[in-house]
C-alpha cells in the first residue's frame, strides 16, 4: 500500500527550519549581547598616552556653532593637546545638510578660538557616516606618516572606531569625553554600537 509522506516531510522541513532560525537569533543575541559588554569596558577606559596626532569624531554643528556633544569633545581633544599627548589634532565630520558649514571645519574653528596654531590642525571635512570619516582618517594619517592617534568621542563610540583604525594597521588609543550617560540610556547606545560593530564585519558600513 503507497503512503503519502508529503504532509510530514514538510512539518520537519518547517521544524527544522524554524530550529534553524530560532538557533540563529540566539546565536546573533548572544554575540552582540558580549560586544556590547565590551564596548561598554572600552567606554569606560582612557588610554591616552603619547601619539602622532588626536582624532576627535564629529559630531552635529548649528549654523557654524558646535553642538554641545561635539563641544564636550573638541574640550577633551583640547585638553590632550595642552598636556602634550600629541603635536596635532585631525577634526572630521561632513556638512550633514548644512550648505556652508561642515563637522569637522567647526571642529577646527573652534579650537583656534582656544588658541590652537592652525598649522596643527588637520579637517576631514567629507565623512558622512563613522565608516566614511574613519576611512578619510587612515588615508590621512598613511599620507602624513602617522602611526599612532588618541581617539576622542562618546565613549560609547570608541570601541567600533578603534577596531575601524586598528584594521587599517594603525595603533589606537581610546579617550571619552566626560558622560553622563548611565541605565538603559547606556545600554541601549552600547547594543546599537555593537550592531553597527557587527555590520562593519561583514561590510554593511553604517
Known amino acids: 500500500m503507497k503512503t503519502d509522506a508529503g504532509p510530514p516531510m514538510k ?7 524554524l530550529l534553524a532560525a530560532v538557533g540563529g537569533f540566539i546565536a546573533a543575541a548572544l554575540y552582540l549581547s558580549r560586544i556590547a559588554g565590551e564596548i561598554e569596558k572600552q567606554s569606560n577606559l ?12 564629529g559630531a552635529a554643528e548649528y549654523r557654524g556653532k558646535p553642538s554641545p556633544v561635539l563641544e564636550a ?20 565630520g561632513g556638512a550633514g545638510g548644512d550648505p556652508l558649514f561642515t563637522e569637522g571645519s567647526v571642529g577646527r574653528a573652534y ?13 576631514e571635512g567629507e565623512g558622512s557616516t563613522t565608516v566614511h570619516s574613519i576611512a578619510a582618517v587612515a588615508e590621512i594619517m598613511r ?8 581617539v576622542v568621542s562618546d565613549g560609547y563610540h570608541i570601541y567600533r572606531v578603534k577596531k575601524m583604525l586598528e584594521f587599517q594597521g594603525l595603533d589606537v588609543y581610546g ?8 541605565g538603559w540610556k547606556a545600554r541601549w547606545l552600547y547594543f546599537r554600537q555593537a550592531v ?7 561590510g554593511i558600513p553604517i
Not at 579617550?175 to 548611565?182: D, F, G, L, Y
Open 11 to 17: 512539518r520537519f522541513l518547517l521544524a527544522a527550519c
Open 46 to 57: 582612557d588610554e591616552a598616552r603619547p601619539a602622532d596626532i588626536i582624532v576627535v569624531l
Open 73 to 92: 569633545r573638541l574640550n577633551h581633544a583640547l585638553w590632550l593637546y595642552l598636556r602634550h599627548m600629541a603635536p596635532l589634532i585631525l577634526t572630521t
Open 111 to 123: 579650537l583656534t578660538a582656544k588658541g590652537v596654531r592652525p598649522e596643527a590642525i588637520v579637517v
Open 143 to 150: 599620507r602624513m606618516s602617522l602611526r599612532s592617534c588618541i
Open 175 to 182: 579617550s571619552p569625553r566626560p558622560s553622563t550617560e548611565t
Open 196 to 202: 553597527g560593530y557587527a555590520l562593519w564585519r561583514i
